[in-house]
DNA sequence: CGTAATAACTGACCGCCAGTCATTTGTTAA
DNA sequence: TTAACAAATGACTGGCGGTCAGTTATTACG
């Protein structure tokens, strides 16, 4: 009897081609300006279809926006499951992200729908769930990293792994929010390139919780947030 | 002849009364939540004549905003027009953000939608220029105290004021934002208080830009952000 | 005072959109 | 062939931001 799975597998396609079509709509206009028929429109569906697999707008936006946390986990473990000294692992991790906003950037914008509870009306209670879970994947692999490098010496044990993980992501993602909404304001009124304020941030909070062991050891690593501004000054 | 003056005034207490009539209803809804309806009853006013004040439902929004925004900055100016050392101004600049954050949370929410230009849709250009003047008065208090830091010595003469004022400034704003929306969430799944986080992440920033000269000099100062940490250990 | 001109205000109305549901279309089992 | 069930539809509803023709209040003037 491989009726009922066949079935299945049509429904779970049919689901996906949902998220495809969203997914493009999302991309291009955003959420608030993403209308439920474009959708239906570009999935070759009824809106009516829609509703019979996702329970909201919220819902499918937050749909594809787990695509993108899965993406950004896939790119950490990569980088967590390497061979490389932890604090190089630290330094590649904020790579990583900066890289996942550059490349992904789509998928980047949608998480700070996710940051703002304002706009989670219609989200249902699954699907936030589903979000926290995968959240707490990523999360993993930055306080696995940071308690690695306390528990071999390389990492200030009087800091909490946790705590860390929060400081070091929240001025990451900080910035990169501005250089993705007013990038060229900064640059115009302030004179400041957001590029250079990223690798300062990193360089800054790195060097603050190695131990001075490994600050020795990863000197040319430490020099990279500032080199810019060697390179002028020669 | 002073009808027209009169006239003039009365139309500036009219606007104010529409601002205040919107700033109770966002502040108890929130952006999208709030209509116009509500907001032409809470002024007993038709929502016609809200807009003959005020371009959008968006512009009315920013114009609550601004409030905050001069709150913000007349914190700051009184910070940095005291007698105290100019590090201490700094932490003080840090602890003003946080009590602002404390005491005018529903100001602070605006704010984030102002970082998200996804939806400025419906505001006019002149109101995203008085928003930019006012932003840039906060700025140059952050930046004119970092400045002075460094010109007397205190401060790292190898750090731009501008890029450290922004790194400071996203730090601390990214980690009350996760405040406002996710602390319990932290608390809970990640058993991390955000309060510390801030305290730290000020901390190691702080410390990071300090010359070494300044370091011994405010080492008390310096300690405060680990302070609940060593209680916990004695 | 009466009236014309102007300013201030109103609320019914428009277009748009998320979400619903009675109905239709397609599929399986007997 | 048909009954039972599943899948899909799209017309419809309610709510909202924004508009504008029309109404009311105010001022200026003969």
Redesign the interface.
């Known amino acids: 009897m491989g009726i009922p799975e066949r079935k299945e597998r049509e429904k779970e396609h049919r689901r996906e081609e949902i998220i495809n079509a969203a997914q493009k709509v999302f991309f291009e206009k ?4 993403a209308t439920m028929d474009e959708i239906a429109e570009a999935a070759e569906l009824s809106k009516g279809t829609l509703y019979l697999y996702y329970k909201s707008k919220e819902d499918l936006y937050l749909t594809v926006m787990m695509r993108g946390i899965e993406i950004l986990h896939n790119m950490f473990a990569a980088t967590t499951s390497t061979k490389e000294p932890t604090v190089v692992q630290l330094v590649q991790l904020g790579d990583a992200y900066y890289e996942f906003f550059k490349q992904h950037r789509n998928y980047f ?1 949608m998480f ?1 729908f996710f ?5 989670h ?1 219609g989200v249902s209670e699954d699907m936030m769930m589903n979000c ?1 879970e995968e959240n ?1 994947k990523v ?1 993993r692999e930055v306080i696995g990293v940071i308690q690695r490098g306390i528990e071999e010496g390389t990492i200030r044990p ?3 792994p ?2 860390t993980a ?2 070091l992501w ?2 990451s ?3 990169m ?2 250089m993705d ?2 990038l060229e ?2 640059k115009e ?4 390139d ?1 590029d ?2 990223l690798r ?2 990193n360089a ?2 790195l ?3 190695l131990t001075d062991r490994a600050k020795q050891q990863h000197r040319a690593l430490l020099l990279r947030g ?1 080199s810019a ?1 060697k390179i002028e000054i020669n």
């Open positions: 955003g959420l608030q300006a914008r700070y940051q703002h509870p304002q706009f009306k926290s707490q999360w009087d800091i909490n946790v705590e929060v400081i929240s001025s993602n900080a910035i929010t501005r909404t007013q304001y900064f009124r302030m004179s400041v957001l250079d304020v300062k941030s800054l909070l060097e603050s919780i500032w501004e």
